[in-house]
């Protein structure tokens, strides 16, 4: 099996056709380590698990490079798989190394315009509402203060407040109405500007999670909240019921919201409607599972990679 990095050695003798790119913050986590242990099992010495702070990024003589922290030149991989760490990807780091390795062949299982557009929520929600997806009534602001953003006519009432970056349900409150909004925003971390999303009642407290691997609905999952909170996390205590195959039309537009937004393999966030109906609240590029849903997840996971690893075959060959 391919050693994991601090293996450069390794990535110079014997290029790796596939690579598995750990952002910074992600070495050493739970599902990092599942995730690497079933690369390197499935692909053996044509695997090779990378951290983006080993790399070195150039252009030399009117080519890109790649070189390890001693200086030995390395070969871009055919595929990756990268995860990175949502509230600390910037566009400056991680996603500059993936736009490299994009611009030197390598195919991304999510490519890197995919990934950027799920590090913005606002992003997302304007992608999925041109294609003609639901998605709840939203508002937000680029350059204007907080204070008049939340005094701006047209905010839902009452309407969920989230920072639009951020994940597993931190800086995300429900906020009654916009007298209690307006009273607490000079308490608001403005690292970021937020969102004013429409309250989905019916929903409060549950969603539904669906994983979508290379275009079909793998997983599925009701999360429920604890306490009466409305977000239903697993990081804030949540439960998780498996539910796949059980509600097929809300399946299908998460199939859709991942076509959309091109993303090979993404965790679709669905919100219950009245009437049966469900409505997107979120995509994670970056998605997330436990144990339980582990023998439904991987295998799609390592067939999406062997199919483009095929495909890569196939264009070298047509090419040549």
């Not at 566009?91 to 062949?105: F, P, S, V, Y």
């Not at 800086?171 to 403005?190: E, W, Y």
Request: net charge negative; glycine share 10%.
């Amino acid at each position: 099996m391919a050693d994991v990095v601090g293996s450069r050695t390794c990535l110079r003798a014997r290029p790796a056709d596939f690579w598995f790119v750990l952002g910074a913050g992600l070495h050493g986590r739970l599902l990092t380590e599942r995730l690497s242990n079933s690369f390197t099992w499935e692909f053996g010495d044509r695997c090779a698990v990378v951290r983006s702070e080993e790399l070195l990024l150039g252009v030399r003589g009117g080519r890109l490079t790649l070189h390890d922290l001693d200086g030995c030149e390395l070969a871009a991989p055919r595929v990756a798989y990268a995860r990175v760490w949502t509230p600390a990807v910037g566009t400056d780091r991680e996603i500059t190394l993936l736009r490299h390795l994009e611009a030197m062949g390598t195919v991304l299982l999510n490519p890197v315009d995919a990934v950027l557009v799920c590090l913005n929520k606002f992003w997302h929600l304007q992608q999925l509402a041109l294609a003609g997806l639901a998605v709840p009534d939203t508002q937000t602001y680029a350059d204007a203060p907080l204070e008049v953003a939340v005094r701006a006519a047209g905010l839902p009432e009452p309407c969920v407040v989230k920072a639009v970056r951020g994940h597993r349900g931190e800086q995300v409150f429900l906020a009654p109405d916009t007298a209690m909004l307006r009273g607490i925003q000079g308490s608001l971390n403005q690292d970021t500007p937020y969102l004013f999303q429409e309250y989905v009642a019916h929903s409060h407290g549950r969603d539904l999670r669906v994983v979508v691997v290379d275009g079909h609905a793998v997983a599925a999952q009701v999360r429920t909240a604890v306490d009466g909170d409305f977000r239903s996390n697993l990081a804030l205590g949540g439960t998780a019921t498996l539910c796949a195959g059980r509600y097929p039309h809300a399946e299908e537009l998460a199939v859709r919201a991942a076509e959309v937004l091109g993303l090979g393999i993404a965790g679709v966030d669905l919100l219950f409607t009245p009437g049966g109906g469900f409505t997107i609240c979120e995509v994670n590029a970056n998605v997330g599972w436990h144990d339980r849903m582990e023998h439904l997840i991987t295998p799609a996971l390592l067939a999406a990679c062997h199919a483009r690893l095929s495909g890569t075959d196939r264009t070298a060959a047509v090419a040549r």
